[in-house]
């Protein structure tokens, strides 16, 4: 079955650092890829997406490019403010599935301090 | 504006008690779907649905229960056979396009007391 591995957290890091959030995955066929986030309290909104090998998505400075020959979907940032501090999702959809049903990795907490 | 509503956004129950707990979308999606959330376990599908009055277990669907009378609405009903029932419960809908996004409600945080 499908599955998604993400690196463990938390994660803290100090403003304008740069971010790496390790996603590794599991599936048959060609998934599509997903980051999502989640701020204290709330539900999660979609960040970015991926649907193809090489596709690079890329939202509120945030990137992800899908590696198919790594199955790989690395979350980076090249400089995190304190307003980015949540918990960040990896998911995929796999290709036989219409809609949405998404798998999900763990979730990475990221703190960022001023 | 457009989107999915949860209620409640909290929630109290006793044991051996039922509880349902309301989505409702105005996105005119087909599929709606219900996931749990716990700490650092992600989240994972309780039931899914793609056309009114037909739905899908998903990976832990034992001790929940659902309906999808409406394309707006699909309720989720939390029974007492549910084990550990304290959790994290996120609504979300989408269409059936391929490699679609989901979209979610704020979610309902429901206790057992």
């Known amino acids: 079955g499908n599955s998604v591995t993400q690196m463990e957290g938390p994660v803290t890091l100090s403003e304008e650092a740069f971010l790496t959030i390790n996603c590794t995955y599991t599936?048959?066929?060609?998934?599509?890829l997903f980051w999502y986030v989640q701020y204290p309290g709330e539900g999660l909104q979609l960040l970015l997406k991926?649907?193809?090998?090489?596709d690079k998505g890329s939202n509120k400075g945030f990137e992800a490019t899908y590696r198919k020959e790594t199955t790989s979907f690395h979350l980076e940032k090249g400089s995190v403010q304190v307003s980015d501090s949540a918990v960040y999702f990896c998911?995929?959809?796999?290709?036989?599935?219409?809609?949405?049903?998404?798998?999900f990795g763990e979730g990475t907490q990221l703190t960022v301090n001023p | 504006d457009g989107g999915i509503t949860q209620s409640p956004k909290y929630l109290f129950r006793k044991e051996g008690q039922n509880v349902t707990l309301s989505c409702e979308q105005n996105?005119?999606?087909?599929?709606m779907y219900w996931y749990r959330q716990d700490p650092g376990q992600g989240l994972r599908l309780i039931y899914y649905?793609?056309?009114?009055?037909?739905?899908q277990k998903g990976d832990i669907a034992e001790g929940y229960s659902v309906s999808r009378e409406k394309k707006e609405s699909f309720p989720l009903t939390v029974t007492s056979a549910q084990k550990n029932p304290t959790a994290f419960y996120l609504c979300?809908?989408?269409?059936?396009?391929?490699?679609?996004?989901?979209?979610f409600g704020q979610g309902t945080r429901l206790t057992v007391v």
């Open positions: 998911a995929l959809t796999d290709e036989e599935t219409s809609g949405s049903r998404l798998t």
């Open positions: 996105l005119n999606h087909d599929a």
């Open positions: 979300a809908s989408s269409t059936l396009r391929e490699n679609t996004e989901a979209f």
């Open positions: 649905s793609q056309i009114v009055n037909d739905f």
């Open positions: 599936a048959t066929g060609y998934p599509s």
């Open positions: 991926a649907t193809k090998a090489d």
